[in-house]
């Protein structure tokens, strides 16, 4: 129960940032933490996910619901506490999954909110690879663009929960899987941790030619996270009958403006077929995900990382971070 002296901090919505948000994007305060009146409940948020599709939040797009006005809450998933209750359905010690916002507190009615059963893995999986990020990476995996075995899987931003959980996937259906990351680091962790075959550092060297020589019968399946250059260079090297999952284009969420799209003349060429993933429509799935991917990581076959910075003033430096390609695995703020 917040006392009288509690106070709910917050970090606010201040522009739409120019390219790459900065930390002048976002302001902060602190207002009394609020009371729930009849149907409602107070929760107190113990960790915020950051996640790249804020940025299309920040950007007004439809698909992610209300735009944000300046000096609105930034919108955020977290993992909280109920409080205060006067919702039947809901009781003081609840651990959610919500919408809770970039902040320590927040009033819910109940909609949008999953609550988390007693479970082996840490709670912080729910924001991660047991919530939406590693629903994406499963359905995709499983439902979308399902590998055969022996076939040559490509994932890039191979080592967050989205992509580390496309290839783990990929990898437990006999797949052999080459991820794309951006760090030397993030390489070798893709290969010692992840069980990958190869990792390819994008920054280093034609990724291109680096792909022909780690696929030389051409890449069966591409589960795309970043667009752009890196989507350009696989789609030179496709095998006959490739499937592409097109998920994130985490590469042009910066831009003011649309990019200029790679030339699809090679997907006609190899019949490829390319399918669109939003995670929204596969919700119904994440009870299997929760028992597949769960017990995988209770017999230690799966594998996964979180950055997480401390307090809630670190959280719009941390999506600065993300958004520059700087993190490295799931990243989370740790609240209270």
């Not at 917050?10 to 976002?26: K, S, Y």
Request: some cysteine; proline content about 7%; overall charge neutral.
């Amino acid at each position: 129960m917040p006392s009288e002296q509690d106070r709910n901090d917050r970090v606010l919505f201040a522009r739409n940032p120019r390219g790459v948000p900065t930390l002048e994007d976002f302001t902060r305060d602190s207002v009394p933490v609020p009371e729930p009146g009849p149907g409602h409940f107070l929760v107190r948020n113990r960790y915020l996910a950051i996640e790249p599709y804020y940025r299309n939040v920040m950007k007004g797009m439809a698909l992610y619901g209300r735009p944000l006005a300046p000096g609105d809450v930034m919108f955020g998933e977290t993992l909280s506490e109920v409080v205060v209750s006067r919702h039947d359905g809901f009781a003081a010690g609840d651990i959610l999954v919500a919408r809770g916002g970039w902040q320590e507190y927040a009033l819910l009615d109940g909609s949008s909110v999953r609550k988390l059963s007693v479970s082996s893995a840490p709670p912080t999986t729910a924001l991660g690879v047991l919530g939406t990020p590693g629903l994406t990476g499963f359905v995709g995996m499983v439902y979308l663009v399902p590998p055969h075995p022996g076939q040559t899987v490509v994932v890039s931003a191979a080592t967050g929960p989205v992509g580390s959980t496309a290839g783990q996937t990929a990898r437990m259906m006999g797949a052999r899987v080459i991820g794309i990351a951006g760090s030397a680091d993030k390489c070798v962790y893709a290969v010692r941790e992840l069980g990958f075959e190869q990792c390819i550092n994008y920054k280093s060297g034609s990724l291109a030619e680096r792909l022909k020589e780690a696929c030389p019968g051409g890449i069966d399946v591409y589960f795309d996270n970043v667009g752009g250059d890196t989507l350009a260079a696989v789609l030179g090297n496709l095998a006959l009958n490739a499937q592409i999952v097109l998920c994130g284009m985490i590469g042009a969420y910066n831009l003011d403006a649309p990019p200029t799209g790679p030339h699809l003349g090679p997907v006609v060429v190899a019949r490829a077929t390319i399918k669109g993933l939003v995670v929204f429509d596969h919700f119904g799935r994440l009870p299997e995900l929760e028992r597949v991917v769960g017990g995988w990581i209770r017999d230690g076959k799966f594998k996964y990382r979180e950055d997480i910075a401390d307090t809630l003033a670190e959280a719009p430096a941390a999506f600065c971070r993300l958004m520059r390609g700087e993190n490295f695995g799931k990243s989370l703020v740790r609240i209270s």
